[in-house]
């Protein structure tokens, strides 16, 4: 019977912990933004660095979208605030 060992240099270990540490450290501080989103009654959905803001219409509200216009314009001002930057597409 013959085991098999994987070993991984240290620096590629602790690099992984690093990278982790920021994604954590990022998600945290990128979470704050949920709180200028809910000041518009707008819903959010933010995975990693992807984040999408939606809302539901009526077909009587679907003319209006000044309040979506007004959230994207509040978190893309956040988002200068803070040092991050933000792509629209």
């Known amino acids: ?3 098999v060992f994987h070993f991984f240099p240290f620096h590629a270990v602790s690099q992984l912990l690093s990278l982790d540490a920021v994604f954590q450290l990022f998600g945290i ?3 704050l933004i949920g709180d200028v989103i809910s000041q518009h009654n707008v819903e959010y959905h933010q995975y990693a ?3 999408q ?3 539901s ?3 009587a ?3 209006d979208l000044s309040t979506i216009e007004i ?3 509040d978190v ?3 988002f200068v605030e803070n040092a991050l930057l933000l792509n629209p597409m």
């Open 76 to 78: 893309s001002r956040w």
């Open 1 to 3: 019977m013959s085991a």
């Open 71 to 73: 959230c994207a314009s």
């Open 57 to 59: 219409l009526s077909q």
């Open 53 to 55: 803001l939606y809302m």
């Open 49 to 51: 660095d992807d984040m």
């Open 61 to 63: 509200d679907f003319g």
């Open 29 to 31: 501080y990128v979470s």
